[in-house]
């Protein structure tokens, strides 16, 4: 494996790795600690069916169930669909439900933080890509949080904050959760700071999920999550990704923001496909 790095605090390109292929777990530890390292990871010009996606993506841990899922078998319900696209072809009108429910990734978050079990890290393959627009803009979590001054990092180090869907969701639109989703994901509580296990190092754990902190008033809360969030995507944490398609890019979900950013769905399509994998081993350590 080649490892270039793309920014001066994160993200790298991968290259020498066919991701369709068996994979022995002597490389498994080498993408691991280049995603430890780097945070995010850019495998391109990769050729991958759904099934090949799961069978990589499984390789580092259990995969969730998507919400937009792709289709009904094991390997299409394990890969949420973003697409532009009608089963027929056509492009789907912008104000579709599928459209809008997407659109709430625009906003700077990380996967899964509103889920009973978070996630390790998500990994998404272009299928199609529209000729401009459509990029996704990663944070350094981990960048930000080290720079943080010893205050803040008191401030947030003992910190927790709620987390839902239906109020990042409710930003966009009313009403775009049905009510047995909205049950199936109550709000729940996570830190604010996370340490990678395998590194020890330490990242702001935050989204726009985040609606409220512990021992804060409502308002002081909403604040301190908005200021967070700002300095976490300042430029210098910032790495835009172009996408091409096979691009495979794989991040960790506990030290990066991401958001997708718009292109002109009424006339071009975007395909991108996602797999996400479960932090099982933070899980554990809740359990325990
Ligand atoms: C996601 C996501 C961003 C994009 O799949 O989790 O936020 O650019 N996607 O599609
Ligand atoms: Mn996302």
Request: charged share 20%.
């Amino acid at each position: 494996m080649k490892i270039t790095p793309l920014h001066s605090r994160f993200a790298a390109c991968v290259q020498g790795i066919d991701c369709s292929a068996q994979l022995a777990s002597p490389a498994v530890s080498e993408v691991l600690a280049a995603l430890d390292q780097h945070s995010v990871l850019i495998f391109p010009q990769q050729d991958l069916t759904p099934a090949d996606q799961v069978r990589f993506s499984s390789y580092f841990g259990p995969l969730e169930q998507a919400i937009t899922r792709m289709g009904d078998d094991d390997v299409a319900r394990q890969i949420a669909l973003l697409s532009n696209v009608n089963d027929d072809g056509t492009l789907r009108s912008i104000s579709d439900r599928k459209m809008l429910f997407h659109r709430g990734n625009e906003m700077w978050h990380t996967d899964s933080t509103y889920k009973p079990q978070t996630a390790l890290a998500s990994l998404l393959y272009a299928v199609e890509v529209p000729p401009s627009g459509g990029q996704t803009h990663f944070a350094s979590t981990r960048a930000a949080y080290a720079d943080l001054d010893d205050e803040r990092k008191a401030l947030v180090d003992e910190g927790f904050a709620t987390h839902s869907l239906a109020y990042s969701r409710a930003k966009v639109a009313q009403d775009l959760m049905s009510d047995e989703l909205k049950k199936s994901l109550p709000p729940v509580e996570r830190p604010l700071v996370r340490s990678n296990p395998a590194t020890g190092d330490r990242s702001l754990y935050i989204a726009s999920h985040a609606f409220a902190v512990r021992g804060m008033n409502e308002q002081a809360g909403l604040s301190l999550i908005s200021q967070l969030l700002d300095w976490c995507t300042r430029e210098e944490y910032v790495y835009r990704h172009d996408w091409q398609v096979g691009d495979l890019v794989m991040w960790d979900n506990r030290s990066t923001l991401h958001r997708a950013t718009p292109f002109d769905a009424a006339t071009h399509r975007r395909v991108m496909r996602r797999s996400t994998v479960i932090d099982a081993q933070y899980m554990a350590s809740l359990a325990a």
